[in-house]
């Protein structure tokens, strides 16, 4: 067969234009696709809903490839592994409670299982505001990442959603710039981002569970992104937490969309 170059890039445009249109509307848009991202956006995808992840870096997967300090394992505690059992990412038990999981095997599953299941990812793209209407937040304002490095003055465009996760991890960005838009109307005890706290792994995952919620009307939060707004510890390297915020945060819009 002899190939022919333009027809290479028909096929990657097409593709790609055709999907772009298709996801300006969905029913959930989820900002960040580290493992808390991931896993909302697999469990939403198989209850059969229309689900996009934007992702501002070129790899997917957020800070688990790394493990802790580049050690490329990580930990997870018996809720994670169920969650993890379910991906089939094989787990090594430790001492009672830990299991331990090669990062680079359950990052790679988890993003593999979620495309699978239906959840569209577009990487290298930034959300850089929301859309804010009477009911609350209806969906993103997306640019290129690239536009965004280069600091290029070029508009952004939208992309409407019934519910939108913000799942950026530690910077809460989409929460953020809902807090810089409004003022202090989030739902926290001052209507502003708490802040996170020093790392104690205990108490920031079992805090993790219960700040896995909805911030702003139509904008819920799960990951390391529900801990920095309302204000309880970072945790390192245990991943379970991260698992059952994403599955937490699915089961919250499901229930509500559905
Ligand atoms: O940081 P990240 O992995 O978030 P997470 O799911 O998991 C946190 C853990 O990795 C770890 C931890 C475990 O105890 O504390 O840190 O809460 O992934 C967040 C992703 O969001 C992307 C960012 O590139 C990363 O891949 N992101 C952040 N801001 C934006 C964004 C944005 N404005 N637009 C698009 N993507």
């Known amino acids: 067969m002899k190939l022919d170059d333009i027809k290479i890039s028909r096929a990657i445009v097409e593709g790609y234009m055709e999907e772009l249109l298709d996801y300006l509307d969905m029913d959930v848009a989820i900002g960040g696709g580290g493992p808390s991202g991931l896993t909302a956006g697999y469990y939403l995808a198989e209850a059969g809903l229309k689900v996009a992840l934007f992702e501002r870096k070129l790899s997917i997967g957020g800070g688990m490839w790394g493990g802790g300090m580049m050690f490329n394992k990580i930990v997870v505690q018996d809720d994670g592994k169920e969650i993890l059992d379910e991906f089939g990412v094989r787990t090594e038990p430790y001492d009672?409670?830990?299991?331990?999981?090669?990062?680079?095997?359950?990052?790679?599953?988890?993003?593999?299982?979620a495309c699978k299941a239906g959840l569209k990812i577009f990487n290298l793209m930034s959300i850089?505001?929301?859309?804010?209407?009477?009911?609350?937040?209806?969906?993103?304002?997306?640019?290129?990442?690239s536009v965004e490095m280069a600091g290029l003055h070029v508009d952004p465009l939208t992309v409407r959603?019934?519910?939108?996760?913000?799942?950026?991890?530690?910077?809460?960005?989409?929460?953020?710039?809902?807090?810089?838009k409004i003022g202090p109307q989030l739902n926290t005890p001052d209507g502003r981002i708490q802040g996170e706290r020093s790392m104690w792994a205990d108490a920031g995952e079992a805090a993790l569970i219960e700040n896995t919620r909805e911030v702003y009307p139509n904008l819920y939060v799960a990951g390391m992104a529900s801990n920095?707004?309302?204000?309880?510890?970072?945790?390192?390297?245990?991943?379970?937490?991260?698992?059952v915020s994403g599955k937490r945060v699915a089961d919250m819009i499901i229930e509500r969309l559905k």
């Not at 409670?97 to 095997?105: I, L, P, Q, R, T």
């Not at 850089?128 to 009477?134: G, H, T």
């Not at 959603?161 to 960005?173: K, L, P, R, S, W």
């Open 96 to 113: 009672e409670g830990y299991h331990v999981a090669d990062s680079v095997e359950a990052t790679a599953t988890l993003c593999s299982r």
């Open 128 to 145: 850089e505001d929301v859309m804010i209407r009477d009911e609350g937040i209806t969906g993103l304002v997306l640019n290129w990442s």
């Open 161 to 180: 959603a019934n519910a939108v996760i913000d799942a950026t991890g530690h910077d809460c960005e989409i929460v953020r710039v809902v807090e810089r």
């Open 228 to 243: 920095a707004v309302y204000g309880a510890p970072r945790m390192g390297p245990i991943f379970g937490g991260m698992l």
